[in-house]
């Protein structure tokens, strides 16, 4: 069993930064991949930014230049600062991670919300 804790989800106002955290516990070899995904209103969940093993990153266009994923000195965290946010980034965030077997873990979300 395998879970995903998030914390550091909250209100900022626009222009302003978070950073969200993400934590693996339970029985797991080493993931291939871990990231970030987000879901808005009324709007289909969507990837974030990812970091694989081996450091490779890959972001969405509209986070580009302002988001930043990390994982941390263990193999088992990962972060995603967030720089100017946008109102447009309002969305609970879900951490994501796939093992070596591409079994996909996910979060319970933390909810970020960026007034205008």
């Known amino acids: 069993q395998v879970q995903l804790v998030e914390s550091g989800g909250g209100l900022v106002q626009a222009g302003g930064s978070l950073k969200l955290s993400c934590e693996a516990s339970g029985n797991f070899f080493r993931f291939n991949a871990m990231g970030w995904y987000r879901q808005a209103p009324g709007k289909r969940r969507e990837l974030v930014a990812v970091i694989t093993y081996g450091g490779n990153t890959n972001y969405s266009d509209s986070v580009k230049g302002r988001f930043t994923v990390a994982r941390g000195n263990t193999e088992n965290t990962v972060y995603l600062q967030m720089n100017s946010l946008k109102f447009e980034d309002t969305a609970v965030y879900y951490c994501?991670?796939?093992?070596?077997?591409?079994?996909?873990?996910w979060g319970q979300g933390s909810q970020v919300t960026v007034s205008s």
């Open positions: 994501n991670a796939r093992s070596k077997f591409d079994v996909m873990y």
